[in-house]
């Protein structure tokens, strides 16, 4: 992953979208964890910083005792939550500035865990072998992955349509798959994973801070569609006024899109 295909926004410019992503998808990461056996004075890896709460959620299972180990490839992010964290006295955290693609862990961790990182790779496979180096054997590998198949508005909106287009379209051309999280079932178990637990959750929203995720989301991506001639300025400025009322009408029911989870073992043999 580089910054050439990553199309949201990072650190501080980003904090706000990331706060409405965790208010949506935080608590399936709490049921996540609740499966994971977590132990005082464990090691775990985090790939991808997030907003941060991933992170904390984990150091209150694990205690002051316990490691954990950050890696992310934005600067910008790995700083604002070493900052965030820090700021609530979390400070056994190591941070690695890095590409997941290409870093290899050392077999040390006892849990290594990601959250919305692989739709942004070109090499998602790559990403999930490298997170089993961070782990010894029989250990756990947990994952949640997006899929955009799933963005839904009812009544229908164009926006919406729109939206769901673009998205599927600059993946096309930047060579990602923003729908990875259906196929992470699948690719894990290739990997010999001993899968003990998966789960897809599609999140109903209603609220106006739900239903300004995907406006803030277009909002951030819209030079990226701009310059890749998907849509024109004036195109743009329509849908986000349209995701701007739909926001504020309580009656209309929105999803941001599927969150897929796996759980599993590392088995002996690698």
Do not use: W
């Amino acid at each position: 992953m580089n910054n050439r295909t990553y199309i949201l926004n990072t650190g501080s410019e980003t904090e706000h979208r990331l706060s409405i992503l965790e208010k949506i998808y935080g608590e399936y990461t709490t049921k996540l964890f609740q499966e994971i056996n977590f132990q005082k004075g464990m090691k775990v890896a985090v790939i991808g910083c997030g907003s941060g709460s991933g992170i904390e959620q984990i150091y209150k299972k694990i205690g002051k005792d316990g490691r954990i180990l950050c890696v992310d490839i934005s600067p910008e992010q790995t700083s604002l939550t070493k900052n965030i964290l820090e700021s609530k006295g979390i400070n056994n955290v190591d941070y690695v500035v890095a590409d997941i693609e290409e870093y290899i862990g050392n077999s040390d961790y006892d849990v290594v865990y990601c959250r919305f990182v692989l739709i942004h790779l070109h090499n998602p496979i790559i990403a999930l072998k490298n997170m089993l180096s961070f782990i010894k054997e029989k250990s756990t590998i947990a994952c949640e992955e997006h899929s955009y198949e799933d963005i839904f508005n009812y009544p229908t909106s164009n926006a919406i349509d729109k939206y769901k287009t673009l998205l599927k379209k600059i993946s096309n051309i930047l060579k990602l798959d923003y729908a990875f999280g259906k196929k992470l079932y699948y690719e894990m178990n290739l990997l010999d994973i001993d899968i003990s637990y998966v789960k897809k959750c599609v999140p109903l929203c209603n609220s106006y801070d739900q239903k300004t995720l995907l406006l803030l989301s277009l909002i951030e991506e819209k030079n990226h569609f701009i310059s890749q001639n998907l849509l024109r300025e004036g195109e743009i400025e329509g849908m986000i006024q349209e995701m701007k009322t739909i926001a504020k009408k309580k009656e209309i029911i929105q999803s941001p899109g599927s969150v897929f989870q796996c759980i599993g073992k590392k088995k002996s043999n690698h």
